[in-house]
């Protein structure tokens, strides 16, 4: 299983620090969550294009970046995200109107495209789309706040759409990517990575904690592989 940083309890006043930290660590995938003080439940604001630019102008084009857009207006601004130079866009399904059409914009754009799904959202709100889908993201606490605890209670969802994406591959089609969020910290990662999961988005696990990311990041390997 892959770990991917969240970037959102970092300090951002030594966010390029952090970045450079978890890339020296041998990171290679970074997850931006971007909210725009409506859609998510506690009203958050973080960041937009602007910051993402600059990160993607930091870290050069071998890293990838993605955006989770927990916003009210994908549909509409998506195109600012992949302009600042994201890899993947990844909307949530609760929040937007035409799923195929976002999926089809970001893919004529030359980016992957990707549906994220809430605690509380079924499955089938996303699987008529897998096969165009280049990633799926199943939450693991309700969006908007960073520090929130794992809700174990995932952990169908999580094989429905493992099992999903498995057949899919095995008729020739789309290897989706199945990622989580929420929660992943050291004691609970194996617990992910045996549900099937491809990659976890991990952010005070290893940003918040004592040790160094790198530190964290070894932890947390070791506790999957262990």
Not at 5 to 11: C, F, H, K, R
Not at 21 to 39: K, Q
Not at 158 to 170: E, L, M, T, Y
Request: negative net charge.
């Amino acid at each position: 299983m892959r770990i991917t940083p969240s970037i959102l309890t970092a300090d951002f006043t030594r966010l390029g620090e952090t970045i450079d930290s978890a890339i020296n660590a041998g990171i290679d995938w970074i997850h931006l969550d971007v909210m725009d003080g409506n859609w998510v439940v506690n009203r958050t604001i973080t960041f937009g294009p602007a910051l993402i630019r600059s990160i993607r102008e930091r870290v050069g084009s071998e890293i990838i970046l993605d955006c989770h857009l927990m916003v009210t207006n994908a549909e509409e601004t998506w195109k600012q995200y992949v302009d600042a130079g994201v890899n993947l866009v990844i909307a949530h399904i609760e929040a937007i109107e035409d799923p195929r059409t976002l999926i089809s914009n970001l893919h004529s754009a030359g980016v992957q495209a990707g549906l994220v799904l809430n605690p509380d959202s079924e499955p089938s709100t996303i699987l008529p789309f897998l096969s165009e889908l280049d990633l799926v993201l199943v939450m693991s606490v309700v969006p908007g706040k960073g520090g929130q605890s794992f809700m174990p209670e995932v952990e169908e969802k999580v094989k429905i759409f493992r099992s999903a994406i498995d057949q899919q591959k095995k008729d020739g089609g789309r290897d989706t990517i199945l990622m989580i969020d929420g929660g992943i910290k050291s004691h609970n990662a194996k617990l992910v990575a045996d549900w099937g999961i491809d990659i976890a988005v991990v952010g005070s696990g290893l940003i918040n904690q004592k040790g160094t990311i790198s530190e964290n990041l070894d932890e947390i390997i070791h506790s999957i592989d262990n």
